[in-house]
């Protein structure tokens, strides 16, 4: 059985191109790294590197603005975080959000009426 190559889009290497990206505004490296990181991002291989890559700040936002898939990736894995508890002596809202929802339109109450612009057509 054939073996695969391992990956040679090291994390340390994006990391350096997007500082350089961010320090002089190098449109080519941001490219690079981007691409870098899609790859490392799109196939479950290479999950567990990216997101160590995410560790960093400037990757983390790279990922929320252009290829949008820590958060995917680790709710696929699993490691979702928990849902946040309410902070003590708050009420939890209701399941259903913001209450009870207004039910179509109002009808006008003899007082919100608006008079005629046309008296005599009326």
Avoid: C, N
């Amino acid at each position: 059985m054939k073996r695969t190559a391992p990956s040679r889009v090291r994390p340390t290497e994006v990391l350096a191109q997007l500082q350089a990206a961010a320090r002089k505004g190098d449109r080519t490296a941001l490219a690079l790294a981007v691409d870098r990181m899609r790859t490392l991002a799109y196939s479950p291989r290479h999950w567990e590197k990216y997101l160590l890559l995410l560790t960093h700040p400037l990757a983390r936002l790279v990922d929320l603005l252009v290829i949008k898939q820590g958060e995917k990736i680790a709710r696929q894995k699993g490691w979702a975080r928990p849902k946040r508890q309410p902070a003590p002596g708050r009420r939890a809202k209701p399941a259903g959000g913001r209450g009870k929802k207004p039910s179509g339109r109002r009808q006008a109450t003899t007082a919100q009426v608006q008079p005629s612009l046309f008296p005599d057509l009326g």
